[in-house]
C-alpha cells in the first residue's frame, strides 16, 4: 500500500506542477488539458487515498460519474 | 483500539463509512455547482474576470496544492501503519498530515492578508465575491479537519482508547475530502480565466 501511495503522491505532484506550467502556454486546448488533468488527480485521491478502489462498483460508478459530469460542464460553460 | 474487518465490497460500507460519503458527495456537488456558476458568470463578463484572475498568485496556488496533496499523503500511509497496529508510525504520519494542513492554512493567510492590504475583499467584483465564498468555505473545511485529527492524534495515545479504524478512516475520508475540494478550486481560480 505505501508503494502505490507514494507512487501515486508523485504522480499528482507531477500533475499539479505540469498544470501550472501549462497554463502559461497559449491556445483553446490548455484549458482542456487543465481540467482533465484536475480530473485525473480527483481520481487519484478517491481511489487510491481514499481506497475506493476497494468499495463496491456502485461508489466508483458514482464517483467517476461526478467528475466526468463536472469537468464536462465546465467545458460545456467555456466553449 | 478496536479492530475488526470490514468488506468495504459492500455497498454500505465504503472506506470510512457510508455516512462520511453521503456528507463528501454532498459537499462535492456544493462546491462543483458554485464552481459552474463561477464559470457562467466568468462567460458574461470574460475581461473582468482575466483581470481579476491574474491580481491573484498562481505560485500560492501551486504550493497549497502541494502542501494538501502531500497532507493526504501521509493521511494514508498513516491509516495503512495503523491497520498493522503500528500506532507509534500512525501518530507520526498524522503529525505530518497536521503539519502539512497547518502550512496550507498559513500560506492562505498570507494570501488573505495580501489581497485585504490590496483592499481587494469580498465585495470588490463578481470574480472575488467568489474567490472570497469559496476559498472562505473550503479554509472552513480544513480547521474542522485538523481539529478532527488533533483530537484523532490524541485519542488513540490512549492505553483505554475505544477509537475504531473505521472512526480512524472516516476522519481520513473527510481529510481527502478537502483535498478533492481544493483540486475542483484550483484549476477553475487560480488557472483557466
Keep these: 500500500m505505501q508503494k502505490i501511495a507514494t507512487t501515486t503522491w508523485i504522480i499528482l505532484i507531477i500533475l499539479t506542477i505540469s498544470s501550472a506550467l501549462i497554463f502559461k502556454l497559449d491556445g483553446s486546448y490548455v484549458t482542456i488539458i487543465i481540467l482533465i488533468l484536475s480530473a485525473l488527480k480527483f481520481l487519484g485521491i478517491s481511489f487510491q487515498f481514499m481506497e475506493m478502489k476497494k468499495a463496491h462498483m456502485a461508489w466508483k460508478t458514482i464517483i467517476i460519474s461526478f467528475i466526468i459530469v463536472f469537468v464536462m460542464g465546465q467545458l460545456l460553460i467555456i466553449a | 483500539m478496536q479492530t475488526q474487518q470490514i468488506n468495504h465490497k459492500n455497498f454500505y460500507f465504503p472506506p470510512g463509512g457510508i455516512l462520511i460519503w453521503i456528507i463528501i458527495f454532498l459537499e462535492l456537488l456544493t462546491f462543483g455547482i458554485a464552481l459552474i456558476a463561477m464559470l457562467y458568470y466568468g462567460n458574461q463578463d470574460v475581461e473582468g474576470f482575466n483581470s481579476s484572475r491574474l491580481k491573484l498568485n498562481t505560485t500560492y496556488g501551486m504550493l497549497n496544492t502541494l502542501f494538501l496533496l502531500t497532507s ?122
Design chain 2, 72 to 193: 493526504g499523503y501521509f493521511m494514508a500511509v498513516s491509516v495503512t501503519a495503523l491497520k498493522k497496529g503500528d500506532k507509534r508510525t500512525f501518530n507520526k504520519l498524522l503529525f505530518y498530515t497536521v503539519l502539512f494542513g497547518v502550512l496550507f492554512l498559513c500560506l492562505k493567510s498570507l494570501e488573505y492578508y495580501e489581497k485585504l492590504s490590496e483592499g481587494i475583499g469580498i465585495a470588490y467584483n463578481t470574480f472575488f465575491t467568489f474567490y472570497w465564498m469559496l476559498t472562505l468555505f473550503h479554509v472552513i473545511h480544513v480547521v474542522v479537519g485538523l481539529v478532527i485529527l488533533t483530537s484523532v492524534y490524541f485519542g488513540i495515545r490512549k492505553e483505554t482508547s475505544n477509537t475504531t479504524i473505521e472512526d480512524v478512516e472516516a476522519s481520513a475520508a473527510f481529510w481527502h475530502m478537502c483535498d478533492l475540494i481544493w483540486i475542483m478550486l484550483f484549476p477553475v481560480i487560480y488557472l483557466i480565466f
